[in-house]
């Protein structure tokens, strides 16, 4: 969970979250953006209020996501996400059953005509200041980086590559078959370059023995 973001924290244990809220009259679809980081999938009660009242249900799946998840207020029956049409004000209460907990961060009133199922998907944090900031201090080094910058660096290898790759360290130019698990570099022989270890530096040549040219 993002520490930077203000929360309302819901246990089940009797005590329910209730919020007033005021938009343009019309028929809407409601988002609840949460942070569920400690239980499984479970199911919480929404009931909206606004001249009459409807009950709702909202899923909650387990959410380790810094930028946090999304659930949608669906009907009991249907299980489908449920159109309701606001009058100017609603007052919301959000209730989830005994031993869960939640963080709710806010409520979204998506017109339901500009609703599509995308909305339930929250896009990725965006953290390239942070890792510029924090990880371009030693012309990104990543031995002398934080711990951030580690992961960071790790996660970005994977990304690039489409999936984990091994070592594949070339058996002439590298010292060793194991390469470091933060960014994939294989140890190089003396002179020697590249993730594998797999070429002479810029003026050396006669790999793997690589002599000032």
């Known amino acids: 969970m993002d520490e930077s973001v203000r929360a309302a924290y819901l246990v089940g244990d009797g005590v329910s979250l209730r919020v007033k809220s005021q938009t343009v009259q019309g028929r809407y679809k409601i988002l609840v953006h949460y942070y569920q980081p400690s239980h499984g999938k479970y199911n919480g009660r929404i009931i909206v209020q606004s001249r009459r009242s409807t009950a709702l249900y909202l899923r909650f799946k387990h959410c380790p996501n810094v930028g946090g998840c999304r659930a949608l207020a669906r009907d009991k029956i249907t299980q489908m996400g449920r159109s309701l049409y ?3 004000k609603a007052d919301i209460t959000i209730s989830i ?4 907990e939640v963080w709710i961060d806010y409520i979204l009133f998506v017109p339901s005509r500009h609703f599509n199922a995308d909305m339930e998907k929250q896009q990725p944090v965006s953290l390239a200041q942070k890792f510029i900031k924090q990880c371009g201090k030693n012309d990104f080094i990543v031995d002398s980086s934080s711990q951030f910058c580690k992961e960071s660096v790790f996660t970005m290898t994977t990304m690039f590559n489409g999936a984990l790759t091994t070592c594949d360290c070339d058996r002439n130019g590298s ?6 698990k933060f960014g994939g570099q294989c140890p190089c022989r003396q002179n020697v370059v590249g993730r594998k270890c797999d070429k002479c530096i810029g003026g ?5 023995n690589c002599r000032r040219a």
């Open 86 to 88: 606001i009058y100017n």
């Open 97 to 100: 059953s005994p031993n869960n």
């Open 175 to 180: 010292t060793s078959a194991v390469c470091d």
């Open 204 to 208: 050396y040549t006669g790999f793997p």
